[in-house]
C-alpha cells in the first residue's frame, strides 16, 4: 500500500521527540523544498545530525530519506509533473519534445558554468597516470558508465564496468593504488553506489565522482568531483537531463586522455578500428 508522508507525519506527530517536531514542521511547512534538497542539505538546515533525519523517515514508516521524498512528491505533484517538472497536461507531442530538448541544452550550459577548471585538470591527470580504470554507476547511471568504457577502451588505458551492483563491488575490491575509480550517481546517495566508493577507498584506489549535488556523500569524499547542473530533481526513480551532462562530462575526459596520449591512443584506436572491420567482412 502507498504511504502517505504527510498523513502520517500529522498522525504521529504527538508523540515525536522535540528533534523529531522540527524536522516535521520543516516538512510540512516546505514540501517543496524537502524534494529537492538531499539529505544532508536538510540536516544542515535544521542544524540536526543526518543520523536524526533517517531515523525520522524510519519512524513514519519509510526505508529511508529518498523513500520519502518519492513519497512526499507523488503527494503533492501531479503525476505528469513527476515525469518532468515543465510538462502539462495540454501540451502536445510537439510542445513536449521542445521542452525535452530546452530542459537538456540548460543543462548543458547550466553544467559549464560550473565546471571546475582544477577538478578537469586534476581528473584527466588522474586517468592519465592510472594503471587501470573502473567506471562505477547503479541503475540509470550503469548505463552512463558502460558509455564511458564504449569509449575509454580506444584510449589504450585498460577500462573496466559492469552492469551488476555486485560485480562492481567485487571490482571494487581488487582495486589497488595504481587505479582510478570512476562513480556516477546523479544524487550521490546511492547506498550501492557509496559501498563501492568506500570498497575502491579501502584499497587505495583514486576516485572520481560525478554527480549533482555537492553536498552528497559521494561527492565529499571522492578524491575529485564534477558536477552536472540540471533543473530536474533528484526524487525521480530516474534522472533525465542530468544524463546530458554526465554523457558531456565523459566525453571531456576521453578527448583530453586522448589528446594527452596521443601515439597510444592512436595504436589503440586502429586497433579497435581493425577488430571491427573484421567483423564487417
Known sequence: MTQNCLGNIRSHYARFSDKEKKIANY???????????????????????DATVFRFCKRIGFKGYQAM????????????????????????????????????????????????????????????????VYFYGTGGSAIIAMDAYHKFVRTGTEVFAFIDSHFQLMSASQLTKHDVAVIISHS??????????????????????????????????????????????????EALASRIGQLSLIDALYVNIMIANKEKAKHSLEKVRDAISETRI
Open 188 to 237: 550521490g546517495t546511492n547506498k550501492d553506489t557509496l559501498n563501492i566508493l568506500n570498497t575502491a577507498k579501502q584499497h587505495g584506489a583514486k576516485t572520481i565522482g560525478i554527480t549533482g549535488f555537492p553536498k552528497s556523500p559521494l561527492s565529499q569524499n571522492v578524491d575529485v568531483s564534477l558536477y552536472t547542473s540540471s533543473e530536474e530533481t533528484e526524487y525521480r526513480s
Open 69 to 132: 521524498k518519492i513519497s512526499l512528491a507523488a503527494e503533492i505533484m501531479t503525476p505528469i509533473q513527476q515525469i518532468h517538472e515543465e510538462i502539462t497536461e495540454d501540451d502536445n507531442e510537439r510542445v513536449i519534445a521542445e521542452k525535452i530538448f530546452r530542459s537538456n541544452i540548460r543543462t548543458l550550459e547550466n553544467t559549464l558554468q560550473i565546471l571546475d577548471k582544477d577538478a578537469i585538470e586534476k581528473a584527466t591527470r588522474l586517468l592519465q597516470q592510472a594503471k587501470k
Open 27 to 49: 516538512i510540512l511547512e516546505h514540501p517543496e523544498d524537502i524534494i529537492h534538497s538531499t539529505i544532508n542539505e536538510v540536516a544542515d538546515n535544521l542544524n540536526v545530525a
